[in-house]
């Protein structure tokens, strides 16, 4: 079946850049999302990308996408305090209209003053 | 205010019993999932619904029941055969087809 895997923990210092990595499973994902997740909450739809694009850029954050080795990226520039959180990668595969999203463990982004 | 509410947020319950987690949406959305959290581990995805009166097991339903009388409402029922249920359950709505599913801020069930 389909599989995501991320690092589980990153610590950066405040005003650095910080990079999450993931990569999957399933070459016929139509779609790769990242979700932000903050202590005790649900999760929130930071960005995606669709899988024939390379780059997309949102303010702070750039996904990069590697569709060869099935790597993907999400670039926080400038991370502050308040982007610490676990940070999942996802991936979607669409079977009959069903969006079934495969969620990776999580990187917990630790931002240090 | 549009969004996806589930109540308790907090949630105990003694081995043996049934209870019940609530998740209500205003986003007019017809689809609701209910997800799986546990520490380390990504999110597991229990059951869908894609319209009312129609669910769809998904990968970890075992133990687990749910109804979709309303479109608005989808609720869960953790059942005494589930064998391990304290986890943080996610409760999340999406446009049929949609790329993007909104989430709940989540019940954290402990069983004592």
């Known amino acids: 079946g389909e599989d995501v895997e991320q690092s589980l923990f990153l610590s950066v210092r405040e005003g650095d850049s910080s990079v999450i990595n993931c990569t999957y499973t399933d070459s016929s994902s139509t779609y790769l999302y990242w979700y932000k997740q903050e202590p005790g909450a649900g999760l929130q739809l930071l960005t995606y990308i669709f899988s024939n694009m390379d780059m997309k850029q949102d303010q702070r954050l750039t996904v990069l996408l590697n569709k060869k080795d099935k790597h993907l990226s999400l670039r926080i520039a400038d991370t502050q305090t308040g982007d610490s959180a676990i940070y999942f990668c996802s991936e979607s595969e669409v079977n009959t209209g069903f969006q079934k999203l495969v969620f990776g463990t999580g990187t917990r982004l630790l931002v240090s003053p | 205010d549009g969004g996806i509410t589930q109540s308790p947020k907090y949630l105990f319950r003694k081995e043996g019993q049934n209870v019940t987690l609530s998740c209500e949406q205003n986003?007019?959305?017809?689809?609701m999932y209910w997800y799986r959290q546990d520490p380390g581990q990504g999110l597991r995805l229990i059951y869908y619904?894609?319209?009312?009166?129609?669910?769809q097991k998904g990968d970890i339903a075992e133990g687990y029941s749910v109804s979709r009388e309303k479109k608005e409402s989808f609720p869960l029922t953790v059942t005494s055969a589930q064998k391990n249920p304290t986890a943080f359950y996610l409760c999340?709505?999406?446009?049929?087809?949609?790329?993007?599913?909104?989430f709940g801020p989540g019940t954290r069930l402990t069983v004592l």
């Open positions: 986003l007019n959305h017809d689809a």
């Open positions: 999340a709505s999406s446009v049929w087809g949609n790329n993007e599913q909104f």
């Open positions: 619904s894609q319209i009312v009166n129609d669910f």
